[in-house]
Nanobody
Framework: QGQLAESGGGSVQTGGSLRLSCAAS????????MAWFRQAPGKEREGVAA????????YFGDDVKDRFTISQDNGKNTVYLQMNGLRPEDTGMYYC????????????????????WGQGTQVTVSS
């Protein structure tokens, strides 16, 4: 059980940056895979980035690997997504998700495996 709340979305120009935050509350597991997903209208949800609370490794989608960074603030139980060099194709609703009790692995981009989701925060990038 728990709750996730995303923030930090907005509208930016091509090449701009945003930092998304996902604040977790009520999560009792100490080892979790934490991930960011996004979804554009008419498209399926896709994995953006993931890491676990033990920082065993990070995972990125091919389209964002060189531009995005995922990190955590353990003191505030928050996971961040730093997005640089934004492009119009990055536009979409961004969601954070936790899978309880797991380190991240090759399955990380399979959305059905996650236990809880945030409400999403909109990111719009104009050309």
């Amino acid at each position: 059980q728990g709750q996730l709340a995303e923030s930090g979305g907005g509208s930016v120009q091509t090449g701009g940056s945003l930092r998304l935050s996902c604040a977790a509350s009520g999560v009792t597991y100490t080892w979790n895979c934490m991930a960011w997903f996004r979804q554009a209208p008419g498209k399926e949800r896709e994995g953006v980035a993931a890491m676990d609370t033990r920082n065993t490794g990070t995972y990125f989608g091919d389209d964002v690997k060189d531009r995005f960074t995922i990190s955590q603030d353990n003191g505030k139980n928050t996971v961040y997504l730093q997005m640089n060099g934004l492009r119009p194709e990055d536009t979409g609703m961004y969601y954070c998700a936790f899978r309880f009790g797991w380190r991240c692995g090759p399955w990380w981009a399979q959305s059905r495996l996650y236990d809880i989701w945030g409400q999403g925060t909109q990111v719009t990038v104009s050309s």
